[in-house]
Nanobody, 116 residues
Framework: QVDVVESGGGLVQAGGSLRLSCEGS????????MGWYWQAPGNPQRVLVA????????DYRESVKGRFTISRDNARNALYLQMNSLKLEDTGVYYC?????????WGQGTQVTVSS
């Protein structure tokens, strides 16, 4: 069971910014690559949009490069996603989890809605 809690989502106009946070148990974060996954409305699939190693090496899905920044605080077992220049197509539920997934379960996610 993955023990994480995501927060920070909300309703924002296109072009705006949000900062997502994820906090969890140490066993989830310890030495694991972590990532933010996005689930589009009506789509059951969760897509990895950004990942970061325990040492801070990050990579991004092409569609968010230059707009999103992933970071982590290992001492706090926390993961963050700074989302800038948000687009309508960024709308969805965002989840944090290990990369690759170790456990089948997910947190509750945090809803991001970008309006025009």
């Amino acid at each position: 069971q993955v023990d994480v809690v995501e927060s920070g989502g909300g309703l924002v106009q296109a072009g705006g910014s949000l900062r997502l946070s994820c906090e969890g148990s140490s066993y989830v974060f310890r030495n694991n690559r972590m990532g933010w996954y996005w689930q589009a409305p009506g789509n059951p699939q969760r897509v990895l949009v950004a990942g970061i190693s325990s040492g801070g090496s990050a990579d991004y899905r092409e569609s968010v490069k230059g707009r999103f920044t992933i970071s982590r605080d290992n001492a706090r077992n926390a993961l963050y996603l700074q989302m800038n220049s948000l687009k309508l197509e960024d709308t969805g539920v965002y989840y944090c989890n290990t990369v690759p997934k170790i456990w089948e379960s997910w947190g509750q996610g945090t809803q991001v809605t970008v309006s025009s």
